[in-house]
Each structure stands twice: as C-alpha cells, then as structure tokens.
C-alpha cells in the first residue's frame, strides 16, 4: 500500500552555553533562575539600547561549523528578522539571512548516508510566556541567549536517519563544549520538515509540512512516523496535503496543524544597522580550528586503530569525551602494569565504570587483580594434593575403581585450600599424576 | 545670594563660562538659575522643552559648585564642562527623567538607564537642564510633528526654527542653554541650526555613541550638538566623542583635540563647491539663501581659501534613496512600541510615524526589496563613492543647509513631500557618514541662513577650523533675537 518513500529535512536549534547572552552581558544562565532577573536595556528591547555581539557566541558557531565540515564565510552579517510576538522584545529578531558564518558541510550516518548541512547560522533566543488564567507573564531571562541554527538539506529517508543525526549533532556540540544540548532544558529544539514522494516521482513534493515544539529524539520519531501515516492517508486519496507549520502534541503523540501557508509570515529581513558586518581572515579561521579538539568519528577511527577495539567498544567509549579521555588516561596508566587496552575497555564496558566515582588509580588496581596469574609453588601444591587426597579416601578408591569423573571434586577441593584464584588445569593435571 | 550684573547671558558661550566660574565671577547655581528663569519666562511663547528639570539641574548646580570650591585646577580639567547648562533633545534616554522622543506613545516612559552620552556630560560635570521638543520620533524638519505642540521660532514666532531637533536648537538660539544636543538623520542638526543662527555639528556616522538614544534610522543616526560659537562646538564633541563598548557601531578611532587647530585659518585650503546642489535655482525664494552663499564664499575666498568647482553626480537620487532606507528602519525600530511592557499602544502613533511604517514595510516586503532597498542601497554605495572621490580633490565641501529660509508654521503640513524635500541638501552626508558642521552666514528678510562644511570621514577638527576661521570674520552669533 505504501507507494510513498518520505522526504524530510532538518532545523535544529542549539543553545551555546556563553557566560554571557548574544549581545549584552546579562548571564546567559537563565535556566531555573528567577524570571526577568537576567535582564538590562539591551535584552529587555529598551528604547535606544543597541547590541553588541559575543565574540565567543561567534567562534563557537564557526567551530560547530567547522565541525560539521562547512564551508566557513570570511564575510558574514547579522539581518533583522522582523515578526510580532510578546516574547520578542524589540519587535525582532537579530538573525543571518543570506551570509550566515557556516554553508555547505555535512554528517555522515552509520550506514554511509550522507546527511548535507546547507548552513549553521547565529542568532538570539526569544524570551519565555507563562500562561496563568487570563494573563500571560514574560520571563526575558531566555531573552538574548546565544542560538545556533543548524540546517540540513531534505536527505533523510526514514525516521532512524533523523534520530541518528539528531544523536551525532549532539554529540558533536558536546565534544565541543559550547552547548550542554540537554534536550529537557531546551539546549537543542528539534524541526523536522517531512512531506512524501511518490515511488516513481522525481525531485521535491509540491508541499512541505513543518513540525515544531519537539523536544526529545524519541517524539521526534513519534511526529515522523505519525506524518508519514498521515500524509499518505491524504495522497492515498489523491490529495495533497497543505503546505503548514503543524505542533507536535506530547499528550496525544500527534501533530496538530499551527498555521498554514497563507497566514507565513513575511519577516521582511534587512542588514541589521547596529552591528557591522563581520570580516575574518584565514588564519583567523585556522586559529580557532587549531582550538578544536579531536571530533566523535575521528577519535572513533582512531580507538580501534589505536587501541584494537571493536567497533562496537569504539562507539561505547567514544560516546561522550570525558568516557573516551577516562579510557586512554586508564590505557596510558595501565601500560605499566601490562594491562592491555582491550582488558581496559572491557572492564569499563562490562562493569558499567562510573567514571566519576571511579578513580583511573583504582581501576587499573582492579583490573590487575582480577586478571593476576598467581605463580603456584609446585611443592606446597603437592602437599596440598596429597592432604586433600588422604580426607577423601573413598573417592580416591572411586576414581581408581574408574570414576574419573571424581577428579573434579578432587580438584574444588584443593583449590578450597587457596585464598588466591589458581590456575585449575595445573591442579588437575597434578592431581591425575599423583592418583595413577 | 544676589546675582552679580557681570553676567549676560546673551553674550555668554561656554569658553567664557568656563572661565567666569572658575574665576568665581558667578556660580554655577546662579547661572542655572538664570537660565531657568529665562526659560520660565518664555518658554511658553516658544515650546522649546518637553520637560524642564528644574530640581535635578539646581541639584546638579550645587554639587558643581562644591567641586569649584573642593578641587584643584588640576583636578578640574577632569571635568571640562563643570557647571555649564545644556539641554538634552527628549530622544535621549535620561534615567529617572521622562523622555517622550515628541511622541504620546511614550509620555509616561522614565527610562531605567542614561544614555551612553548623557553619562558623559554628567561625567563631564554638565547640568542637565531639561528635555527639548522635537519632531515626534526625530520625524520631521519644522518641528511641527511633535505630539508636544510645535516650537516657534525666536528670530520670528511666526516662523518654523526648522527640526527634528527643533527644542534644541531654539533652546541655544533663545539661551535657555549653553549648548543642546540634537540627533541627525537627514539633517535634523544642521537644518535647524541654520534656521536659528546657531553652530549645529553632525558628526561622522559612529563618532558619537548611539547607546540610550531612540533610534530612527540606525544606520545614519548621528548623535551632534547646538551651541554659540564653532569653539563651543569643539568643546562639547570633545566630551561626546569616542568609542563606545556599548554601539558596536563606534571604530576605534582616537578623539583628537578638537581645539588644537581651530585658529589655524583657512589660508591653503581648497574648498569645493558642488555643482548639483542647486536646484531650482531659479525660484525667487531661494534667491536670498543663494546671495547669502556667495556672500559667504567670498569671505572664506577673502580669507585665502581656494574654491574648486566638483561634481556629486549622484545626488539627485539622495532624497529618493533616504526615503527607502530611512523608513525602512523606521518600521523596525518602531516595532518595540507596542504597548506591551511600556508606553501607550500603536494608536496612539501620529499620521507622520504611521506613514513611514507603511513606507519601510512595503518597502522590505518580500518581492519588493530587490526593487527598493537592495536598489537604494547600491545608490547609497554610489552616493559615498561620489564624497570619496571628491576628497581626492578638495579638503572640505561647502554647501547651502536649506534650499529655502524657514517658513511659515503650517505651510507645509499637508505636503509631506514637500517637507522631505527641504532635507534634499542635508541628506547626502547622512546616507555617506561624513561630518557636516553647520554654521550661521547671516540673514535674509531678517530670518537666519546657514552654510555646512562637509569633511571626510572623521574630519571635525578640520571643519571647526574652517568654521571657526568664517565665525570670527563674521560674528553672526553675536547677533540675538529680540525676545
């Protein structure tokens, strides 16, 4: 029945973890805090306050871009967006129209499928509506905090790409400090845009349908997958379905239609006046690369590599980069002591190691005693054999009268006698000698 | 106290102020009063201020004496405007004083912040005396569109004393002030400077820190002054200029000392003169301004300036370009104002303040932006090109302000064009960013007239040296209206 294959695109919202906000010096730590504490002229939309951009905000976009392997712009602007909304303090928003800092890069799934980015741009966060009754209360705490957007282009075929990316690119901005992307809190807002081709269509559907307010990789899933049902139950009836900007409903796992085409905004974009154009230098590019550490799939190649993990335990350890650097601290460590790496990512892996609990001293300690060879003396081993075997003279009658199969028991026993792990098979093969 | 005869407010500037209160001759307070009574006194006839601060200024007075009497002359060149009063155009934010920018959208706002300069001027020890009339929302080139009722000219009440920055203007022509501060976007300094017989300055675009100023048009906002004399001027952009962390749009461009060079002369310096900044010549309305232009020329010629004749190819489309970019960030700027958090809501905005919505939405609106603003930007590129190439040339332009002297109030209140029109000699320099220093050249049929001086970019020492050199030659400033 399903003739339809999806088509769907990505609009991701990270916000930077900055001191301060995107342009004044309020605290970007707005999270919890009490409302409109974190506020001045500048974010609260004050007549004559202008903003002043964060050079950090702005490095740190240019280095999700480098990331994500884009094209950085040695000339870029800000624009104004402009829309009315009561969380929007000056009427507008300050965004990047057609110069953003990053275009072109992409990131490459599991399976091979390579997911294009068409840009990463910088702007401001809104500030937050609280509805109580009949009055709607403005928190601008939230107003002005550094966002980076992330677009891609409509690559993704199924629901597991988009969880995928959405997994990669947190990551990623984790590796690279700038954002907790802790999607409870709202560091990263998730906009899917699906629509269906047919089987035998070519090129992009007619129609496009927008999904906002998501905030968890696993809604995301439920918003794909409920679209999909949706939007083929319309072309099944030979329909299309509205170009709109629908809302996920967390509630009801549904979407919800927002706005439709002819109610789009026309955010008549210009230059922003108050902040001039940004130029930049390659070496001023080169600098801030030479900043970034080792990404998610670099370290990932080199584990297994390096370290002769499999790529399962190179994707384990590599998940997060305090895991990964707890690992090669413990491998640099554990060389003195002949462990080996592969003893090391097992031992994190199998026994679930918090690393922050655990101290790297600790674990190599742990690690060399559980695997410790202990050198048997052969002469106190045969002494030991021959106690055990003189308290068990009905089975040493037993084993002669051919129930070899009491050499085990023979065998716990002497071990018994050991405080230490020993190695069983020179037991055992001590113990036939002596009974024969 | 008794108020010593030796003051004479007409005559007084702030050099010579500076001078009689560190002297003692006067204090500070005494000054200020009795400029607050001059104002008390005619202000009603003039509606030069929005609102006076009479206890915040008297306040300030007597802290200024204090440090007269406390400091060291060295510890007082900290504060080179110690115990001067000067008005603020009511478009700059004042914290604790209302500031309304001529509109009833904001009649109750009480800032919670000082703007950028104003903080300067305190810091500079000025006494902020009140808070001027203004065009609502610096719209305007009469002074009629503010919501606060017009100001009347002093040299004639019969008469516009030009704006946006009118309160401003009137307030030194009329000495309410010292000095007052004025923005100017399309000529909202020099045009009323020119029609009250008062020094206007227009700095260079990011010379003076926007930071707490209402914005019209950010993009050429410039933040300049009224005073008596050219050496007043100077003074007063030396407290006011220099970057600012708070306007990214402020270079780090060192600030000059603005006195240095002003008795240089003229001697050597080529002067150019636009050819395209005369149309209509033939209209007898302007045949006064442009008697009074040659007059003027002749006595900087006299003084041992060359003229050179030069071409601004592209300024016919200046007025058209400015009525693109202009209202386009107007739209913008304007949008804060929505009666949500403060102010009244967007009813309450004049026919003036809505037009220019209208025009800058329209304009930015998507399949007309190519057509209008993309389009006038690349004119305004052309229009900057033009003031660079002629700096190759000559070090400084001179031009008419206006095209025609001031007119009669409501003359040209249901011809919008018309009105946009009298910037067609301003605009230029705010679309390009180069300074203009406007300054008086005398009178025709008893109402004043002005030239500007336009340098390039960050020339105001060089345009103060001109204007000081014509000033002293003339003395217009000396003149004042009899009221």
């Not at chain 1, 919890?32 to 609260?44: A, D, E, I, S």
């Not at chain 2, 104002?39 to 008297?58: D, Q, R, W």
Request: hydrophobic share 35%.
């Amino acid at each position: 029945m399903n003739t339809y294959s999806p088509v769907m695109g990505l609009e991701v919202h990270v916000e930077l973890k900055t001191k301060s906000k995107m342009f004044c010096s309020c605290s970007a730590d707005y999270f919890g805090k009490k409302p409109n504490t974190h506020t001045c002229p500048v974010c609260l939309g004050l007549p004559g306050a202008l903003p002043v951009p964060n050079k950090t905000a702005i490095e740190w976009c240019i280095k999700i871009g480098l990331a994500l392997g884009c094209e950085i712009q040695l000339f870029s602007k800000f624009d104004r967006k402009n829309y009315f909304y009561p969380d929007l303090a000056k009427g507008y928003q300050i965004s990047q129209y057609d110069q953003p800092f990053a275009l072109k890069g992409s990131i490459v799934l599991s399976d091979g499928k390579k997911i294009g980015i068409t840009r990463v741009h910088m702007e401001e966060d809104t500030g937050k509506l609280t509805h109580a009754g009949d009055s709607t209360m403005i928190d601008f705490n939230r107003s002005g905090v550094p966002l980076v957007e992330i677009v891609t282009e409509p690559d993704f075929e199924n629901a597991a790409q988009v969880v995928e990316y959405l997994k990669k690119l947190q990551q990623i901005v984790r590796y690279l400090d700038v954002s907790n992307a802790d999607m409870e809190k709202g560091d990263m807002r998730l906009e899917p845009n699906i629509s269906l081709r047919k089987n035998d269509q070519t090129g992009l559907p007619n129609y496009k349908v927008e999904v906002k307010n998501i905030n968890s990789f696993k809604f995301v899933d439920r918003a794909i997958e409920f679209e999909i049902k949706r939007q083929t139950e319309i072309l099944d009836k030979g329909e299309t379905p509205p170009q709109e900007t629908r809302g996920f409903n967390e509630a009801k796992q549904n979407t919800v239609s927002q706005r439709i085409k002819e109610e789009a905004n026309d955010y008549r974009y210009f230059p922003e006046p108050d902040i001039p154009p940004l130029r930049f230098t390659e070496s001023q590019i080169l600098d801030i690369r030479s900043q970034m550490l080792e990404m998610p799939d670099e370290k990932y190649e080199r584990f297994q590599k390096e370290f002769g993990l499999s790529e399962y335990d190179a994707k384990i350890l590599t998940r997060d980069r305090a895991l990964a650097n707890y690992f090669e601290e413990a491998v640099k460590l554990g060389q003195k002591d002949n462990i080996s790496s592969k003893q090391i990512a097992n031992d994190i892996i199998n026994k679930k190691i918090d690393i922050n609990s655990t101290p790297l001293k600790e674990l190599i300690e742990q690690i060399a005693i559980r695997s410790q060879v202990v050198t048997i003396d052969e002469s106190h081993l045969k002494e030991t054999i021959l106690l055990v075997l003189s308290e068990n003279e009905k089975a040493v009658t037993d084993y002669k009268a051919g129930k070899t199969n009491v050499l085990m028991f023979l065998v716990g026993q002497v071990m018994r006698k050991y405080t230490s792990k020993i190695d069983a098979k020179i037991v055992m093969e001590m113990a036939q000698n002596m009974l024969q | 106290m008794t108020r010593k005869k030796i003051m004479d407010i007409k005559s007084l500037t702030i050099a010579q102020a500076k001078k009689d209160l560190q002297e003692k001759k006067y204090s500070s307070v005494e000054l200020t009063t009795a400029y607050l009574d001059r104002i008390e006194k005619l202000n009603p006839t003039l509606n030069a201020f929005i609102t006076v601060s009479k206890a915040e200024a008297l306040e300030q007075a007597k802290k200024a004496d204090e440090q007269f009497s406390n400091l060291t002359i060295e510890q007082l060149s900290n504060y080179p405007l110690l115990g001067i009063p000067i008005a603020l155009k009511d478009i700059y934010s004042t914290i604790g004083i209302r500031t309304t920018a001529g509109s009833t959208v904001l009649e109750n706002y009480v800032p919670p912040f000082d703007a950028t300069v104003v903080k300067k001027l305190k810091d500079a020890g000025t006494i902020i005396i009140g808070k001027t009339n203004l065009d609502a929302w610096a719209h305007g080139s009469s002074g009629e569109n503010s919501e606060f009722g017009p100001t009347k000219n002093p040299w004639n009440t019969a008469y516009v004393p030009g704006g946006s920055s009118s309160g401003s203007a009137v307030a030194v022509a009329a000495d309410f002030a010292l000095a007052a501060s004025g923005t100017d976007t399309g000529g909202s300094i020099r045009l009323p400077a020119s029609f009250t017989n008062t020094v206007g300055l227009k700095p260079t675009y990011g010379r003076v820190s926007r930071a707490g100023i209402i914005s019209m048009s950010s993009s050429m906002d410039t933040i300049g002054h009224f005073t008596k004399t050219v050496e007043d001027s100077a003074l007063y952009l030396s407290v006011s200029a220099g970057q600012d962390p708070m306007d990214a749009t402020t270079p780090d461009q060192p600030v000059p000392d603005y006195l240095k060079n002003l008795t240089k002369g003229v001697k050597g310096l080529k002067i150019g003169i636009p050819l395209e900044f005369n149309p209509f010549e033939d209209e007898p309305t302007r045949q006064a301004n442009k008697m009074k232009m040659k007059e003027a020329l002749n006595v900087l010629s006299k003084l041992g300036a060359e003229m050179v004749e030069i071409s601004l190819p592209h300024t016919e489309y200046a007025i058209a370009v400015y009525y693109i970019i202009q209202p386009s960030e107007v739209s913008s700027n304007l949008a804060r104002f929505d009666g949500i958090r403060f102010g009244n809501d967007r009813s309450s905005f004049g026919e003036e303040a809505k037009r220019r919505i209208m025009l800058g939405t329209y304009t930015l609106s998507a399949g007309y932006y190519d057509a209008y603003y993309k389009k006038a930007m690349k004119v305004r590129t052309l229009i900057k090109k033009d003031f660079d190439e002629a700096f190759k040339k000559v070090d400084a332009i001179i031009a008419p302000v206006s095209p025609t002297p001031p007119w009669k109030l409501g003359e040209k209140n249901d011809d919008p064009l018309a009105m946009y029109l009298s910037d067609i000699y301003t605009v230029t320099a705010n679309l390009s960013g180069n300074p203009g220093l406007a300054v008086p050249i005398g009178f025709a049929n008893e109402l004043p007239v002005g030239m500007q001086i336009i340098g390039p970019h960050f020339s105001e020492e060089l345009l103060f040296q001109i204007g000081h050199a014509y000033e002293q030659e003339t003395k217009w400033f000396e003149k004042r209206p009899n009221i």
